[in-house]
C-alpha cells in the first residue's frame, strides 16, 4: 500500500510559478511510476505528466516547455515545478503512483493509476 500527500498549492499571479511536492510512504518508491493529473471545476481529470523510475518523463501538450516534473528517490518525493502560469492551469492537482510499467499512451488514463494522493487546490490568477 502506498500513501500519496501532495503540498505546495496556493493562489498565484499569471506568469508565476510553483512547485508541488508529494511524498509517498513505502520502501520501493524508486521503482513506481509517478504521475500528476489535475481537474478544473466541471472537467474530467486530466494528465499532466509522468515520471517513470529512471529520469523520462513525458508531458500534456498544454503543459510542455512550462511544467517539470522531477523525482527525488532518497526523499520519496516527486515534484512538479510549475512556471508560467497561466488562469487555465487552475484545478485541483493530484499526484498517483502505479508499479506497474506503462506505455506512454497508458501513462495518460487515469485508470492505469493504482494510489492517489488528497489533491492540492492550484488557482492562478489573471
Known amino acids: 500500500q502506498v500513501q500519496l500527500v501532495e503540498s505546495g498549492g496556493g493562489l498565484v499571479q499569471a506568469g508565476g510559478s510553483l512547485r508541488l511536492s508529494c511524498a509517498a510512504s513505502?520502501?520501493?518508491?524508486?521503482?513506481?511510476?509517478m504521475g500528476w493529473f489535475r481537474q478544473a471545476p466541471g472537467k474530467e481529470r486530466e494528465f499532466v505528466a509522468i515520471?517513470?523510475?529512471?529520469?523520462?518523463?513525458y508531458y500534456a501538450d498544454s503543459v510542455k516547455g512550462r511544467f517539470t516534473i522531477s523525482r527525488d528517490n532518497a526523499k520519496n518525493t516527486v515534484y512538479l515545478q510549475m512556471n508560467s502560469l497561466k488562469p487555465e492551469d487552475t484545478a485541483v492537482y493530484y499526484c498517483?503512483?502505479?508499479?506497474?510499467?506503462?506505455?506512454?499512451?497508458?501513462?495518460?488514463?487515469?485508470?492505469?493509476?493504482?494510489?492517489w494522493g488528497q489533491g492540492t487546490q492550484v488557482t492562478v490568477s489573471s
Open positions: 498517483a503512483a502505479t508499479a506497474t510499467w506503462l506505455t506512454t499512451a497508458q501513462a495518460t488514463r487515469r485508470e492505469q493509476y493504482d494510489y
Open positions: 513505502g520502501r520501493t518508491f524508486s521503482s513506481y511510476r
Open positions: 515520471s517513470w523510475s529512471g529520469t523520462s518523463t
